[in-house]
């Protein structure tokens, strides 16, 4: 059997190694193996204030910044007992999903590589860069801040913008619409797209889907008591493994598929099962987002509170489930006696999609195999900042 | 610049969380005329040249990876500028935090900015710095303004900075003029302006060092050599 070795994945989220095995140009087994240095984030928040754990994991990913915001956010106020008003709801969920939409743009610009033929790509990567300009205009409004939204905070907004701000959001939003619509024929044109999305067509496949929401997140749609995760290096034996930085994820000790398809299984009519279907389902997945942004922006009342009054940091433990663009995320928090944090256990979607990744690749030529990497959109930052959980 | 070749422009990421990278994407469509990037994200397989202009560096150096210091020395010898960018790479910034025990290695406990193992040329502080940022950044080291680069290196030489030391150092001095630039500039909204004067919700700040940088006062501090290293 032979070996096919790449020391560094390009194109994907963070420092990562893949060893494929293969037999006549078919992948037998692959190997996805996560070098980056474990910052240790759930550590660093133990003994802190809440409000610091909130900024602080935020910085765990520059790509889905806000979705770790808000599970964060979520986890403390299950612990402490308290919701945002609606107001405050909305603007969370309107955060979220233009980071969902922000992160998408990202991973089609990685996967632009694949999927398009050389003479469209820069074409498609120029299309791509000015929505992704666009829609991170709108984080920055909304958010405070294009990456890592300081506004987000617990019990709602940090600081409200102007009425003025809405409306001028409001008025551009039919042209982040069109910018999207030509972005999205062009994502979907077969004519232009290579073999490799051929062959990710043909490859039809499926695991076992994990989603909690379509939108936003609930911890009450899964069970958060049946995710256990352990070294990636006891999960694969071989000898290269051990350098891997990762922890892994297992829903009721199966392994699930997290992300966009998994959402569109789940909460939509969705049938196509091939590989090139993740695509699909990461194109509908910003859309809808898009459209949500456009219906949450017309429901702010301007005259209704974004933020609870009297926030009481106190012992409890919470769960914050939120949809990431790669996924369910999951954090779990506990508060001690002056309400700092005392533990932080986060299980973030590629560490389920990890062992996906690698039984997806199988049968695939080296270059399709390669590409199932990508796209799975794998976050290598956030997967090296999780703990083993007991 | 007609007539003058590119600028080769190396990024990488040593281990920080992926958003300076995302600004640096940004900034790019309006510095394709000038330079020539060569990002992870763009390419297939490894560099694309041996030696290059500039290295945009980012995320913080994790002390107890020696692969991770022996890369950081190979990029100084590729590029004959490096230049810092986001504050994990300049002045440690929220690494400054991590102590480490955490599974599956608890034995990355040490994080430094990364003048800790090389020489910088440059520093640009922020998390993440705006793409405008990196872009000024280019026009003034294209036209070779100095003046304008000083702030960025005098702090290539600064290992941390936050903003208890914009309190401390501007504030308690009465030193402070009542701007407001350090309550625009903080990433995650800890400094507020009261009565005329920063103050500093402790438990927010990242010790990124935007407020430090970006107030009128302390950034001559630093200029004229207000020791902070």
């Not at chain 1, 990562?16 to 759930?42: C, H, M, N, S, W």
Request: aromatic share 8%.
């Amino acid at each position: 059997m032979g070996e096919v070795r790449l020391d560094r994945v390009c194109r994907v989220a963070g420092e990562a190694k893949l060893i494929l095995y293969e037999e006549d140009g078919t992948v037998q087994d692959a190997l996805f193996i996560a070098t980056a240095p474990v910052r240790g984030f759930e550590k660093m928040v133990v003994g802190k204030n809440p409000l610091f754990a909130v900024e602080a994991v935020m910085r765990i990913c520059g790509l889905c910044h806000a979705s770790h915001g808000i599970a964060a956010v979520e986890a403390v106020e299950h612990a402490i007992g308290i919701a945002p008003p609606r107001n405050g709801l909305l603007m969370r969920e309107a955060l979220g999903l233009i980071n969902r939409a922000q992160s998408h743009a990202l991973q089609f610009l990685m996967m632009a590589g694949d999927l398009i033929r050389e003479e469209k790509r820069n074409e498609v990567l120029f299309k791509l860069m000015d929505f992704h300009a666009k829609v991170s205009d709108y984080l920055l409004k909304l958010g405070g801040a294009a990456t890592h939204p300081p506004n987000l905070t617990i019990g709602g907004m940090l600081r409200v913008p102007k009425w003025s701000v809405f409306n001028n959001l409001k008025a551009r939003f039919p042209d982040l619409m069109k910018s999207w619509e030509e972005l999205r024929e062009v994502l979907l044109d077969e004519d232009v797209q290579t073999e490799v999305a051929d062959e990710l067509r043909e490859a039809r496949r499926e695991m076992p889907y994990l989603a909690s929401s379509f939108f936003y997140g609930d911890r009450y749609n899964i069970r958060t008591d049946a995710v256990e995760t352990m070294p990636y290096y006891e999960f694969r034996k071989e000898e290269p493994a051990r350098e891997s930085t990762t922890l892994i994820a297992f829903y009721d000790g199966k392994k699930v598929e997290a992300g966009p398809r998994a959402r569109m299984k789940t909460y939509r009519e969705f049938r196509d099962s091939s590989l090139y279907g993740i695509h699909l389902a990461r194109v509908l997945d910003t859309e809808l987002a898009i459209l949500r942004l456009g219906e949450i922006l017309d429901e702010i009342d301007m005259n209704e509170a974004f933020r609870v009054k009297n926030i009481t940091f106190g012992p409890g433990r919470g769960v914050g489930v939120y949809e990431a663009p790669r996924g369910t995320l999951i954090h779990y928090l506990e508060l001690g006696e002056e309400g700092r944090v005392v533990s932080s256990r986060i299980v973030v979607p590629t560490m389920f999609n990890i062992p996906v990744m690698e039984e997806m690749a199988k049968g695939l030529s080296v270059k399709a195999a390669e590409a199932v990497m990508r796209l799975y959109d794998p976050c290598i930052p956030c997967t090296t900042h999780v703990v083993r959980m007991r | 610049m007609i007539g003058m070749e590119k600028l080769k422009v190396l990024h990488v990421d040593i281990g920080g969380c992926e958003g300076c990278n995302v600004s640096i994407i940004r900034a790019y469509p309006k510095l394709m005329e000038g330079i020539e990037l060569d990002i992870s994200y763009l390419r297939d397989g490894g560099c694309k040249y041996d030696e290059y202009d500039v290295a945009l560096v980012t995320g913080g150096v994790c002390m107890n990876e020696p692969r991770v210091i022996e890369e950081l020395k190979g990029i100084r010898e590729k590029a004959k500028v490096i230049v810092a960018f986001g504050s994990c790479a300049a002045l440690g910034g929220i690494l400054r935090f991590c102590r480490g025990g955490q599974a599956p290695r608890p034995d990355h406990r040490n994080f430094q900015p990364i003048n800790s193992v090389i020489e910088v040329d440059y520093s640009i502080p922020g998390c993440p710095p705006t793409p405008q940022m990196l872009q000024s950044f280019f026009k003034y080291f294209m036209a070779g303004n100095e003046t304008r680069l000083r702030l960025f290196k005098v702090t290539a030489g600064v290992k941390k900075l936050s903003g208890f030391d914009l309190i401390d150092d501007v504030v308690l001095t009465g030193l402070c003029i009542g701007c407001g630039a350090c309550e625009l500039s903080c990433p995650t909204g800890a400094i507020k302006l009261i009565d005329k004067r920063p103050t500093l919700a402790q438990e927010r700040c990242i010790r990124c060092g935007t407020c430090y940088i970006r107030c009128p006062r302390a950034s001559q501090i630093i200029c004229l050599g207000g020791g902070k290293t």
